[in-house]
């Protein structure tokens, strides 16, 4: 196999592994019916006036599966812990006593338990469709490099079964973990 093509691969299953990647930073976002830390990723507080990640400022555990417990290092920005989560919009009230802030997780609803499996296979199929494009990335690439360097018509042929192989794998890996959340997701 020539160097373009294995650099074809190479870059390409880079590729595929950043978008399995972006589906699980998703999910990580999404409310389920337990606590998940994940799911403070994306709140900011304003701190000395630069936003700085809440994970960065604090510890987070889960305490008996439903509840987050945030312990600032240090305790003269609870405030602004507090209103930081508000602004975040993650569906939860922050309850804090001073020392730490809990946030309390309530089942979720049937309703919202569909709605939340609904996004999941919506974030397991924008994957796939970047999976596709990956391949026919590939694909074309193929093509210049068989033009460029004349490949014979069955190293052409083989090279496509192993991008397609390459292609299911990897959407086999999606649905399998799309498969796991809406179970973690549908679970009472």
Known sequence: MSDAIDEMFLFGEEKMEKAIAQMK?????LRTGRANPGILDRVLVDYYGAPTPLRQMSQVT???GTTLVITPYDKTIMKDIEKAIIKAEIGVAPNSDGICIRLIFPPLTEERRRETAKD?????EDAKIVIRNVRRDM??????????ENLPEDTVKDNQDEIQKLTDKYV????SLVSEKEKEVMTV
């Open 120 to 124: 999941v296979k919506k974030f397991g």
């Open 62 to 64: 889960v305490s008996e």
């Open 172 to 175: 086999g890996i999606i649905d």
């Open 139 to 148: 694909v074309d690439d193929l093509k210049k490099i068989e033009k460029d």
């Open 25 to 29: 930073h998703e999910f990580a976002g």
